[in-house]
């Protein structure tokens, strides 16, 4: 069974600037869920996707974007970047469906903004 | 809303020192709780889960309790170990589709030789 990954590990920006992040599901997962964690933090909820939308969103702005392929990997787009955007991102895969909706997390990308 | 209080650390044993973290959540319906830890420069891990009021979740040495009428789901290690030095989060989902994890602040716990 292969695990959650994601790509790069690690960023470095500039304030303005584009970043796209991916991640690849865990095997036989069919839904991606994005997390900003910044330093001395808990994680805090993004976006989630499924079959390819959007079905979920938490308090982040219209520059943050995503995408799901069909083989369930997926992007996160940050447009504009900003100083305060700089955290570790982490990608989660669960499959639809399970009771309790557990997810599974990649090793994150720590992205720096200068 | 929804959301999930730890108690704060660090928290610093020594070896075979008996461990718990609290944690105490409010939330809407029943939400599945759980437990992930993080180590330095890594991503979360699942260490355990329970999904319904009075379950027992536990998985390397750590137990929680899922309690209904006090809404906690504290974790505790009866003899910590050095390689348990990591930090810990409790985290609920309200077990709806496109609904996320909702994380406490996490826990760093230290445990010295």
């Known amino acids: 069974e292969t695990g959650v990954t994601q790509s790069p590990t690690h960023l470095i920006k500039t304030r303005g600037q584009q970043v796209t992040l991916r991640c690849s599901s865990q095997?036989?997962?069919?839904?991606v869920s994005w997390y900003q964690q910044a330093l001395g933090q808990g994680p805090q909820f993004i976006f989630q996707?499924?079959?390819?939308?959007?079905?979920g969103r938490g308090n982040f702005p219209p520059r943050f974007s995503g995408l799901q392929f069909p083989n369930y990997s997926s992007e996160l787009n940050v447009n504009a970047l900003e100083l305060d955007d700089s955290a570790l991102y982490l990608c989660?895969?669960?499959?639809?469906?399970?009771?309790?909706?557990?997810?599974?997390f990649g090793p994150g990308t720590r992205l720096t903004v200068t | 809303g929804d959301s999930v209080t730890q108690m704060e650390g660090p928290v610093t044993l020594s070896e075979e020192a008996f461990l718990t973290i609290n944690c105490t959540y409010t939330?809407?319906?029943?939400?599945?709780l759980f437990w992930y830890v993080q180590y330095p420069g890594e991503g979360l891990q699942l260490l355990l889960k329970?999904?319904?009021?009075?379950d027992k979740g536990s998985n390397k040495g750590f137990e929680a309790t899922y309690r209904k009428e006090t809404t906690s789901f504290h974790l505790e290690k009866g003899s910590v170990q050095v390689s348990d030095s990591a930090v810990y989060f409790c985290a609920l989902n309200t077990n709806q589709a496109g609904t996320a994890l909702i994380f406490g602040k996490g826990t760093t716990l230290s445990v010295s030789s």
């Open positions: 996707y499924y079959r390819e939308e959007e079905n």
């Open positions: 329970a999904t319904k009021a009075d």
């Open positions: 989660a895969s669960s499959l639809a469906g399970m009771v309790s909706y557990e997810q599974y």
């Open positions: 939330a809407t319906g029943y939400p599945s």
């Open positions: 095997s036989g997962h069919n839904t």
